[in-house]
């Protein structure tokens, strides 16, 4: 059982530049989420999405866009890339019964030149 | 809104002290509670959780209680490990915002031999 894939490990940017962070999950999970974590900040909440079709901002979501067309996949994109945007992000997903804590992937550090 | 608040750390401890990590919350009703752990170079995993007032969760010899009265959830262990040596972050789900978790900062925990 993989859990919670995510891909690339680690990405250079520069600025003005765009990418997609990808995400995938194998455990039938209706509930994705999408954090930054950033030095001594914590996580924070980009987009969230509780299933196929349907996403919402979170706390921080300018400068990024996300897509839930599949179960399994929850990619995050980067339009313009700045240095702002330099950060490990997380991917993590649920599911929508009981309260068994949230999955993470190992994450992704990018940073933006 | 949801926030945590955790003690700042870094938290230096020896081989086989006691260790304990504050935590306190705000929230609107009733929310589930969780400690997540993050060795070095990975994604978060879960370490124990609590769903309502008085519950212990535990784990790997860490606990933590519950406490509505004082809107706590402090993470405990007797005899810390070398191994322990990880971030620790509390975090909250639910009161108004069932979907998403709030995280507290993290504390970094480092145990010396």
């Known amino acids: 059982n993989a859990g919670v894939t995510q891909t690339p490990k680690f990405r250079i940017l520069k600025i003005g530049q765009s990418m997609t962070l990808q995400c995938t999950q194998d455990?039938?999970?209706?509930?994705m989420y999408w954090y930054r974590q950033d030095p001594g900040m914590g996580l924070k909440l980009i987009y969230y999405?509780?299933?196929?079709?349907?996403?919402d901002k979170g706390e921080v979501p300018n400068g990024y866009n996300v897509s839930r067309s599949t179960t399994e996949d929850f990619p995050l994109r980067l339009e313009l890339a700045a240095p702002s945007q330099t950060s490990v992000y997380f991917c993590?997903?649920?599911?929508?019964?009981?309260?068994?804590?949230?999955?993470f992937g190992s994450g992704t550090r990018l940073t933006v030149v | 809104g949801n926030s945590v608040t955790q003690m700042e750390g870094p938290v230096t401890l020896s081989e086989e002290a006691f260790l304990t990590i504050n935590c306190t919350y705000t929230a609107t009703g009733y929310p589930s509670l969780f400690w997540y752990v993050q060795y070095p170079g990975e994604g978060l995993q879960l370490l124990l959780k609590a769903t309502k007032a008085d519950d212990k969760g535990s784990n790997k010899g860490f606990e933590a209680t519950y406490r509505k009265e004082t809107t706590s959830f402090h993470l405990e262990k007797g005899s810390v490990q070398v191994s322990d040596s990880a971030v620790y972050f509390c975090?909250?789900?639910?009161?108004?915002?069932?979907?998403?978790?709030?995280f507290g900062k993290g504390t970094l925990l480092t145990v010396n031999p």
């Open positions: 993590a997903s649920r599911t929508g019964t009981g309260d068994r804590g949230y999955t």
């Open positions: 975090a909250l789900r639910g009161g108004g915002s069932n979907y998403k978790l709030t």
């Open positions: 455990m039938n999970h209706n509930y």
């Open positions: 999405s509780v299933g196929a079709g349907i996403t």
